[in-house]
Every structure is written in structure tokens, then in C-alpha cells.
């Protein structure tokens, strides 16, 4: 596996009010999504050594009342997991998209701890993964192979493959209100919109001058979209004129990994970065950086709000920790960073700058 895009050169006790901690010794984090079905329930996607080399992890973790956080399942595989999704049809199963390039399906009641599916056409990295909202019943994924393709579960092939970006595809979600939409984003500094009933593109937007990591639907507005660049900005954009955005916002310090729009809030965007931060965003304030939290030592890989605590954002960072945040009680305590690992080489010690 190569080094990822945009960067620069057991049970976890709860630290401090409104924040809970999980370690995930030995693997550094991609990807977390909170369970659309279970209060406190998490999917962390995961790798060792960073998803340079080594094995991959999906975690289950679940947090308590009280702050307290425990994995109770995981599953081990033999390349590094770039990103997870919960099946919005069934509780108990999730997709995690691989460094191999496949997708393999997940069900938390299983025994041998083997995937139920594995799903094998990308020829590079997957580097997303995310099921239909609306209908339920199919899931997309992205890949450094420069396509997108878009999947039944229970069909041996993808349905339909979209292969117009030209450069690799970081990330591509479905809209959560239209059943045929979804949205990714590339290397190639574009923005595309796809209906998957269409053969090509709805929309083109070229939407920064760098790379871009990341992408997402606005939760209370059908046409607007927000992305986040190597060039340290998000741009939000109404997919009627999307010409030029209708915001920027400027304030990492290195590239904008991940953003999600709040559940909760239509103006509130949260956002994570290679320079080990998060970011709390406003659309209705001049001043549109409300919070910066800078808990992790590491990359803040992995971001998503929680449905059913409108306040609480979960955190997934190469720092193996997974810090769960009530932001209303202010940035989360500084997590202090895992000890080296005795006999690695310098480049598998740690990405983050010092």
C-alpha cells in the first residue's frame, strides 16, 4: 500500500466530562461511523502501521453511560481498512472498504469471524465505502482505480461501474434524500454528482485547485454539498450554481481529511485534518470557526456526528485512540500519544509532524 493522499511530508477509560476513550493498540484509524440502530454503538476501521503495510481491524465498540467505552467485537483482515459503513437495513452487519481494493460484509452475530461477502472488482485501494439512505438496499464505494461502483449486496457483481474521474476516487456518499444521488470526489480537483440510473455524471463541479479527501451532503437542503482539499479549505457549494462556492472556510493548518454536516444542526459542519485537529464549523456566522479541538497526536482520519445524541462527535485518529465528545462541554483534554514501538523504523512510528 502507498502512503495516503494530502499528507504533509482494550477498553478506554473516560477522560474528563463528556468525553470517553478507546484504544486500539497496535492499529491506527481511518474510518468511524456511529450505528443508525444503537445508541453509543461504533464501527472503527483500522490498520497497522499506519496502512503503509500489515493488517487490517474492524472494530465494534460501544459506549456507555458514564464515558465508559469497550470493543465488543472485532475482525481481523490481511490488508488495512480504509473506511466503514453500517448496512441501513440490518443492525447487525457493516462494510469495510480495504487497501486490497475489496469490500468485505460483516455480521456481528457470525462465529468463525470471516466475512459473510467479500466483494472483489476495484484494482486499487477502496478508500469508501457508504450504504443508500433512502432505499436501503445497495452500497457505493470509491477507489484509487479512478471508479466508483455500486453494489447489491446480494449480487456476485457490482451492478454498474462509473469510471469519469481521472484520478483516484477518496470518497463518495449517498444523498439522504434522494434515492438515486450520490457525490464523490478525486484527485482530479472535481466534485461529481451521479444519478445511478444515469450512464454519466449529473454534474461536474471543479471545486478546488488540489486534491480532493472529502465530501458530504447537507442533511436539511437537498442542493448543497460541502468539500474539503488538500488546500486546507472547505468549500460549500449549491449544486444548482455550482459555479463558485457559496462558502470557504479556512482554518486547518494541512489537508481537510474528512467533514460531515451535522444530523442535528443544517449550519453546523464538523471537520478533521492532518494537523491532528477538529474542527466545528457555523454556515450562518461570519466568524464560521466556532471550536478547534486538538485531543489526538496524530492524523484525525475519521469523523461522524452521532443520530441520536445531538451533541457528540466521535474522533478516529493514527494516534490508536477513538474519543467520543460532547462539544458542547468545550475541546476534549489532550490524549497523551501511545508509546513507541520498540523496533520499528522512524517511518513507521508515526506520519504526524512534531
Known sequence: MAIMPGMPGGPGAPAGGGVALLRTEGFNNYAAEFSPFHDGLIAVASS???????????YVARVGPGGSAQIVRHFDTQDGLYDCSWNEANENQLASASGDGSIK?????????????????HTQECASVDWNLVTKASFVSASWDGTIKLWDPNAPMAVRTFAEHM?????????????NLCISCSADSTVKVFDINQPHSATTVH???NEVLTVDWNKYNEFLFASGSVDRTIRVFDVRN????????????????????????????ASSSYDMSVNLWRMDREDALVMRCQQHSEFV?????????????VSASWDEHV???DYTQGPPPRIPPPPKRPGLPPTLQGGGPR
Open 242 to 269: 455550482p459555479q463558485k462556492p457559496i462558502s470557504v472556510l479556512a482554518g486547518h493548518d494541512f489537508a481537510v481529511r474528512r467533514l460531515k454536516f451535522s444530523p442535528h444542526d443544517a449550519n453546523l459542519i
Open 167 to 179: 484520478g483516484s476516487v477518496y470518497n463518495c456518499q449517498w444523498s439522504p434524500r434522494h434515492p
Open 105 to 121: 460484509l460483516w455480521d456481528l452475530n457470525s462465529t468463525d469471524g470471516f466475512p459473510i461477502r467479500n466483494f472483489k472488482e
Open 301 to 313: 482520519m475519521g469523523l461522524d456526528f452521532s443520530l441520536f445524541r445531538p451533541n457528540t462527535i
Open 323 to 325: 474519543c467520543v465528545f
Open 207 to 209: 471545486a478546488h485547485e
Open 48 to 58: 497497522q502501521y499506519f496502512g503503509i503495510v500489515g493488517n487490517g481491524r474492524q
